[in-house]
């Protein structure tokens, strides 16, 4: 079975800035603000289905936190000129985006430039983990004040936040955990006397010496969550470039389906796994707070989409895939053929969590653990590198983790036949293949 992290509980306000059901929750996705047009229909959605108060979340525009994190690795393996031409193609596509809007000003201009010499200062001196999340998070900034400048210049009274004055979290970089008394007395603060829409930030928050942390990839549907917590907002509307939450990835699995309804547990559990249209934190806030999520299509915005609530059972009741590439096998073993303990296998997680990998599937033996892990390419030899002290550890790159949700016999056979087998895991709930490539 994968690694589990908890979440804390979010706390339910007595006493929210605006009476229950008032604020409402739009997140845009990468995708949705990818480029000109897309940006330009948010602007659309907001002012077509917007409600007031409303706060929008918005994440990095495209793959911009993968320019960034390539960005940050770079710096620290030492190549300068690769990370110099990752940070200028980032500089000139954000550029290019607001001059392609007619929002380029001075202002915006300043706003931009001062987040991309934040990058190209970041203290050598710090550990990696701080420094990463400094870096990726200037993606959502950088969006952020665009979308805003969007909305102003579209005549809609809009302010921007930004999301690390308000949301609180502890000093664990790269999966950091939110405090929620912090979190929720701070938006109120500042949420007090809100513009009509307020544009702010998913992912980042701030630790409590003031410094940038990060809440995991994919973390921007998790911080629209937090936010409707403490608002106790009334929906929380999550904007893709698919129809709704989809049975599996149309790009790489046939014949999926739409997802109609999904209950808070089952879609915990896809979102576990790592079902990309979910963040795996995202859903507690909301089933604590009542809120309804919907997914939405920014293409078809009339689109029933997909809803997540309090629903007895999933429709339609259908397996459910997914799918990682580039995941790295590491064996774990003992140096003289004694049992791994628990204790071992914490201290194990431990490193793991340290160096900021993300577990997503475990098999224990007597003599040696295996991990399916995301690639990371200072995080990985780092962790070997640790590892290969007190145990034996080799890794294998270059692999497929394929998961089943709800499996049926005809998914079993499909899974199994998916090419050479490196883990195989199996319960009544779940199925994963770990595959390389044929």
């Not at 509980?9 to 009476?19: D, G, V």
């Not at 950091?176 to 702010?200: F, N």
Request: proline content about 6%; aromatic content about 6%; charged content about 20%.
């Amino acid at each position: 079975m994968p690694l589990g992290r908890g979440c804390a509980r979010p706390i339910h306000l007595s006493n929210p800035p605006f009476a229950l059901s008032t604020w409402s929750i739009f997140k845009f996705g990468g995708a949705s603000v990818k480029d000109p047009e897309a940006l330009r229909n948010a602007v659309r959605l907001v002012r077509a289905y917007g409600t007031h108060p409303l706060l929008v979340v918005v994440s990095a525009m495209g793959k911009t936190t993968n320019a960034l994190e390539r960005y940050i690795q770079a710096r620290e393996l030492g190549d300068t000129s690769g990370a110099t031409a990752e940070l200028d193609g980032i500089k000139a596509f954000h550029g290019q985006m607001a001059r392609d809007l007619g929002l380029l000003d001075a202002e915006l201009q300043a706003q931009l430039d001062a987040l991309w010499a934040a990058a190209e200062r970041v203290d050598s001196l710090q550990a990696y983990n701080p420094r990463y999340d400094a870096v990726v998070s200037l993606g959502e900034l950088a969006s952020s004040r665009i979308l805003a400048a969007a909305l102003k210049a579209d005549g809609q009274d809009a302010a921007w936040l930004d999301a690390r004055q308000v949301l609180a979290t502890d000093a664990v970089y790269r999966r950091a955990t939110v405090d929620w008394d912090q979190t929720a007395a701070r938006t109120m603060a500042a949420l007090a006397q809100p513009a009509a829409v307020t544009v702010t930030q998913g992912f980042i928050g701030a630790a409590p010496d003031g410094t940038t942390t990060t809440l995991g990839r994919e973390g921007s549907d998790y911080s629209a969550a937090i936010f409707a917590n403490v608002l106790k907002a009334s929906s929380l509307s999550i904007w893709k470039d698919v129809p709704g939450m989809l049975s599996g990835d149309p790009k790489v699995f046939p014949s999926v389906v739409r997802l109609e309804q999904v209950p808070y547990r089952e879609a915990i559990e896809l979102a576990f796994y790592g079902a990309s249209i979910i963040h795996p934190k995202t859903i507690q806030p909301l089933e604590q707070g009542g809120t309804t999520l919907r997914i939405r299509s920014f293409v078809d915005p009339e689109a029933p989409g997909t809803e997540v609530g309090p629903f007895a059972a999933l429709t339609p009741e259908v397996p459910c895939w997914i799918r990682h590439e580039n995941q790295v096998l590491i064996e774990v073993s003992s140096r003289d053929l004694s049992f791994l303990s628990e204790g071992h296998l914490s201290e194990v997680y431990r490193i793991f969590a340290e160096e900021g990998l993300l577990v997503r599937a475990a098999q224990h033996t007597a003599l040696s653990t295996r991990f399916a892990v995301n690639d990371d390419r200072v995080a990985v030899p780092r962790a070997l590198e640790r590892l290969n002290g007190p145990y034996r550890a080799t890794a294998e790159f270059g692999l497929r983790l394929t998961t089943v949700r709800r499996p049926d016999a005809e998914s079993l056979a499909t899974l199994l036949a998916g090419g050479p087998l490196r883990m195989v895991l199996r319960n009544h709930e779940v199925a994963q293949v770990l595959t390389a490539p044929n």
